[in-house]
């Protein structure tokens, strides 16, 4: 019998904000709508989070001309305020983001299980895409 393993991917970026700022922008639905997309003909119209052990979340992807569509729900495992957050996705996947703060910096560094649909490679440029986003979106705004 073939033995599944869980391949983890990591995608990093650093901010030039303080870690406040990042986690704010991160964390609050109101900016979530802004910078979660992978390229710029898909959008997050919807978010919503309960940031706490046990508490949900929910992003609503979509291909701008609505061909396509998903949510991305999860529910919280682990918050540190400032520096760890760490969910599991609807099918029991695990993510974790460490933000780290140094000299006017702050780096997120997002490690999360692959599906099984999509190659690696294509998971690790769409996260990393994302990211990307975030900070373009967190260094541009106040």
Do not use: C
């Amino acid at each position: 019998m073939e033995q599944i393993t869980n391949i983890k991917i990591t995608v990093q970026t650093t901010i030039n904000a303080p870690v406040e700022k990042v986690w704010k922008f991160w964390t609050s639905p109101e900016h979530i709508t802004k910078w979660n997309n992978a390229s710029e003909d898909w959008h997050t119209p919807y978010a919503e989070n309960n940031l706490q052990i046990g508490g949900k979340f929910l992003s609503r992807m979509e291909a701008k001309d609505g061909s396509m569509g998903f949510d991305l729900i999860g529910t919280y495992d682990s918050i540190t305020t400032n520096e760890l957050i760490g969910y599991s996705l609807e099918d029991s996947r695990k993510v974790k983001i460490d933000f780290t703060f140094n000299h006017f910096q702050t780096t997120i560094s997002e490690t999360f299980e692959a599906e099984n649909t999509h190659p690696p490679e294509l998971q690790k440029s769409g996260w990393q895409s994302i990211l990307d986003n975030f900070k373009k979106y967190t260094e541009l705004n106040e």
